[in-house]
């Protein structure tokens, strides 16, 4: 049982940066594969970074490669998820995720994850 918190959203000007967090409460918090996933109106929830349970390899979307950056820190129970040189095709509802299961390139995939956060709203303007 996770439960997961999503907090720092809001609204930035195209070219800034954000930081969301995403705290976890539970006791296996470093047995988990962490992902971040977003959904814009209308659209497909999709893939956008995940982080392996040591924090040793992370995977990106190539549309956010080279302006996102995720990061675990397992004594904190909390991923981060750095967004830099933010676009308007940024803005979405971006939620964090946590899967048990190992099953390989199983980070693409929101249905190999166990748990997810309430989201957290991004709005990039133009």
């Known amino acids: 049982q996770v439960q997961l918190v999503e907090s720092g959203g809001g609204l930035v000007q195209a070219g800034g940066s954000l930081r969301l967090s995403c705290a976890a409460s539970?006791?296996?918090?470093?047995?988990?594969?962490m992902g971040w996933f977003r959904q814009a109106p209308g659209k497909e929830r999709e893939f956008v970074l995940a982080?392996?349970?040591?924090?040793?390899?992370?995977y990106y979307a190539n549309s956010v490669k080279g302006r996102f950056t995720i990061s675990r820190d397992n004594a904190k129970n909390t991923v981060y998820l750095q967004m830099n040189s933010l676009k308007p095709e940024d803005t979405a509802v971006y939620y964090c995720?946590?899967?048990?299961?190992?099953?390989?390139?199983?980070?693409?995939?929101?249905?190999?994850?166990?748990?997810w956060g309430q989201g957290t709203q991004v709005t990039v303007s133009s």
């Open positions: 995720a946590a899967r048990s299961n190992t099953y390989y390139s199983g980070h693409y995939s929101p249905g190999n994850y166990d748990y």
């Open positions: 982080i392996s349970r040591s924090g040793g390899n992370v």
């Open positions: 539970g006791r296996t918090f470093s047995s988990y594969v």
